[in-house]
């Protein structure tokens, strides 16, 4: 007899399989290609693992902020990738991604779409302790891969130093130290060339 | 004034950006390109957060088991990616990832090297209730992948039913209802002509 509900699990964890499909403006830095949703967040968890020490709030539950960084880009399977510069299409995205999450989250089980609805809405939120350290990590890693790829998605943009100090820095509200790194890191990107002023 | 540690810790967090480059003989099933080694591992802890509640130890630390399944690969930025049926490349294999293990992980400061070589050993090992059920996510993954390309991987590679139950048999080790609706799977693929008898 087939365990009904572990199905439903499993037809999820199929369908969200297409996160590895959905592509974003950084470049991988060895290979010099798009990265993927999915390994993004791989990412980002592993950043969590690493640096959670410098999160603002001392007893940050890791857990939960995994759990966030786990899910909070899966919306995009429906809603595609914004870029994080793209104020025309980043009027309607919180709307697009809701629906997304609506479809998405309601495949799994009650149960479970109540859970991962509510992380994903404590991410958006950016309000808890662990959804500011889990945003700071989502800020700081594509500025990372931007500085090691030479600014290869700002230059394509024609993204100023201003407008990645204004989208960035609320990197400060989860990690102050990450944050004054990461400003370092932005003037050096200018002075090399690599991001316009 | 520069932070010592956070620019070590920086400096293993751009390292690792490799396992991004790391192929694997499986494929995404919506692209059929081959899937990294970094998607591989959120997928992996994406299950983790659907499917805890099947792991045969109901208190399983979810949190340890996400730590392992985020670092599990990385050792195969050095070491390359095994296939799970090429038992040549077996032999050597734990020897070549011990090797990456103390070079990767050696990046990271004493402290963060210690855990995460602890973590890396304790997957290995499979002794722990939490390593047992992170290898019984690694190893049902790539089945349902292939399972999901009409057997794409053990059609190239020409693997059989028997050693497909032989190598996964130890799901059942980690969470049993996983591995009854695995080896259903199998069964079906056999009769979908997807995989050898």
Redesign the interface.
Known sequence: M??AR??Q??R???E??????VFRQTF????RRR??D??H???L???V???AE?ANTPDVD??RV??ML??HDIVEIDAGDTFAYDTARMADQHEREALAADRLFGL?PAD?TAE?RALWDEFEARSTPEAKFAAAMDRFQPM??NC?TEGAAWRIHGVTRDRVLARNAHIVDGAT??W??AA?MIEQAVAAGHLAK
């Open positions: 087939e365990n572990l199905a699990q499993i999820f964890i199929v969200v399989d297409r996160l590895k499909d991988v830095i060895g290979s990265e993927n999915a390994e967040s791989w990412h968890c592993l950043m693992l690493v640096l410098h890791a857990l995994l759990k786990l899910i799994l479970q991962f990372l891969l090691l130290e990450v004054t790194y370092r």
